[in-house]
């Protein structure tokens, strides 16, 4: 089947793949069981690690799909061969990002270690290449031996005086902390050590870590020691926890960690969760489309005809676009950024990634085609780079099958 652009007679091939039913509330019609099928793919009975091949395709994403019959400590490796840089992302059967990462694995491989309820689970591995990735997929349990060492493991705190993870040589973020006297946050800058703080009312918080030379990982635990949760890699090498859910009144303790193994200044800030700004931020990294009520510019193109040629003034933060397709075909769009790194991400009109490209065919311009159904559509353009900003040619165009 050849593809024409309405009005010219320019024909492409189109890649063609094998449909399967919607998988993982949409993330996919396309994907592989680990096992070969269904029955095979428990992750929680397996003797033996799934260890996988496969190819992240341009502008688009390899799924693996497994299940859990009990609660289970999962553990996800996908790393590129020879080279490359993966990032990856899991998601339960409706389609929540139940865990993602990227780098956590050393030399750019990406590793996920969580523990999961039983269900469906799917692995998305996507790549910042701009071809075709080759990638080693590994999933497991924790207790199963990986080709890769795990995480360094995590060492107790020692309790040789004061009250729980309060130790003589505890660096103090704050004590008996309310809601008001937080205000713009509390920071502290040394090297890796072990902070901590007490509060006197329940309190969301954001815990983070941050270095220019290092690569910081942040562990919350309470007073017992008990670990309450931890993250590597939240913004660049950069560590962040988010505790959405409130933590109730007493003493906790933040460790902090350089994986590079140097003795780095670090920052630790600790600061009310804000999930308004958490909103905001997500939405300006087109992690997901914004909804009517979301307080992002969205500009409506109109209906995709034929072509749609415009310059955009972009950012770091994405720039939304809206437009309609209405008929099925082959739609491409180009990001043409003039010595800027551009990026597109692409949303069906209930907000699921159907596309995204970074690093066409073209260097650091972004090219992506994909097939689409009529509907609407809503694109966030945005530039890599912190601060980055400049002109963008935004090119999209409409093909139909050619008679």
Known sequence: ??????????????????????????????????????????????????????????????????????????????????????YIALYDAEGAEVAADDDSGGNFGSRVQATLEPGSYCLAARSYESGVTDVSVQIGRSDQTFPTAAAPPVTPLQMT?????????????????????????????????????????????????????????????????TLLAENDDFDGLNSRIDMTAPLAPGEYCVEVEDYNGGQNQMTVTLDLFDAAAERLRRLNNAEFAPTPEDAVSVTDLGTLSTSILRDVDVSSSAQWF???????????????????????????????????????????????????????????????????RGNVRLLMERYVPAE
Not at 177 to 200: H, I, K, M, Q, W
Not at 351 to 368: I, T
């Open 161 to 225: 005086g004061g009250t729980g993870c309060f130790q003589p040589d505890t660096a103090m973020l704050g004590r008996d902390l309310l809601r008001g006297n937080l205000g713009d946050g509390l920071e502290a800058v040394g090297l890796p050590a072990t902070y901590g703080f007490s509060l006197a009312e329940e309190l969301s918080l954001s815990i983070s870590a941050s270095s220019d030379a290092g690569d910081p990982v942040i562990r919350l635990r309470d007073t017992g020691g």
């Open 1 to 86: 089947m050849r593809y024409i652009l309405l009005g010219t007679a320019l024909a492409v091939t189109p890649v063609t793949a094998v449909a399967q039913t919607t998988i993982c509330g949409g993330i996919s019609m396309v994907g592989e069981w680990v096992g070969g099928d269904e029955a095979s793919s428990d992750v929680s009975t397996t003797p033996d690690l799934f260890d996988l091949e496969g190819q992240v395709p341009i502008a688009g994403h390899l799924v693996r799909m497994f299940t859990l019959s009990t609660p289970t400590d999962v553990r996800v490796d996908v790393a590129a061969v020879p080279a490359g840089d993966p």
């Open 322 to 388: 809206r437009f309609d397709m209405p008929e099925g075909g082959l739609f491409v769009a180009e990001a043409i950024g003039n010595g800027s790194d551009p990026s597109i991400i692409l949303f069906d009109r209930v907000g699921r990634r159907v596309g995204e490209n970074d690093d066409g065919p073209n260097g650091l311009d972004s090219f992506l085609v994909t097939r689409m159904m009529p509907g609407n559509y809503t694109m966030a353009v945005r530039l890599f780079g912190e601060g980055a």
